[in-house]
């Protein structure tokens, strides 16, 4: 995947090594605003302290970047940046088109734990998005467990071949995109209208929900896939084998099997390996903003619209095996 020189966003918060909970905990400036607010202004220690913790936190993890990064994590910054700032200039225009301003999400680099706006973050619970504050959380160890835990492929092509250890980069980039897929599910009222509709629906139902909604994430990471392709070339061979080598190995019945050795499909709530293959690939081979609905008018229609384009449903749903269309390399 090609990506150096391209614009890098600057709705990326770097809290890596420092800020983000750290900063929040104990604070001597926290400590003494507490102690002067209790002094002077009678205020509860304790809920002074809360609240300077809550300030001095936001502040920190907003100003700081941090400063003793290696050559290796600038670099895992810069990529980052440029494949987010791909998934702005996706989304931009493909709203402006349907006269809807996109508002691009912030993303969050972090190590180890993390404050976010849905509770704590920690790297074991993998990338995520947060709909309360419309971030994009992402611990950066992930990129590395991809391939150390999950055997998800390294770079692929030679050229860029680095000693990272890292699943290949448009693997990392996939990701990135799937959440912020979710931030435009969120932005089009999509997330909160299946959050709506999970709470009438029974645990399996409610599943199959769940799943349609990370399919469609998938289906729109692969809009962003193929978008990008036509503005930047991005795309270099074995690009596309490393996506679906990371959808296949982070599907339900993948995951499952790994860990019990036997897979529940009433209990998936991501799709299987197969689903999450044929939905990036949908996404990537069709970029077509005409087969997309973008205001769901019911939650039935919601349901059937769930899919990243109704066109491909029917389509969808007779495809009996992952096809495998190759981009325009
Ligand atoms: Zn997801």
Sequence with gaps: MRWKGRRESDNVE?????????????????????????????????????????????????????????????????????????????????????????????LVMFSGVERSGCGTAESAMGPFYCPADQKVYIDTQFFKDMRQQMGISGEKNQSELSAKDEAGDFAQAYVIAHEVGHHVQNLLGISSQVQQARQRASETQGNQLSVRLELQADCLAGVWANRTQQRTQFLEQGDIEEAMDAAEKIGDDYLQKKARGYAVPDSFTHGTSQQRMQWFNIGMNSGDINAFYWKPISILATIALLLCAVRQIRLGSKVSSVQYVRPII
């Excluded at 905990?25 to 209790?38: D, K, P, R, T, Y």
């Design 14 to 106: 770097d809290r890596r090594g420092g800020g983000g909970v750290k900063a929040g905990g104990i604070s001597i400036l926290g400590l003494i605003v507490a102690f002067v607010a209790w002094k002077f202004f009678g205020v509860d220690p304790q809920q002074a302290y809360q609240a300077t913790k809550q300030v001095t936190s936001a502040g920190a993890s907003q100003n700081s970047a941090p400063t003793n990064l290696t050559p290796e994590q600038q670099e895992t910054a810069s990529f980052v940046k440029t494949v987010l700032a791909d998934t702005e200039d996706t989304w931009k225009p493909i709203f402006q088109q349907q006269g809807v301003q996109y508002v691009s999400p912030k």
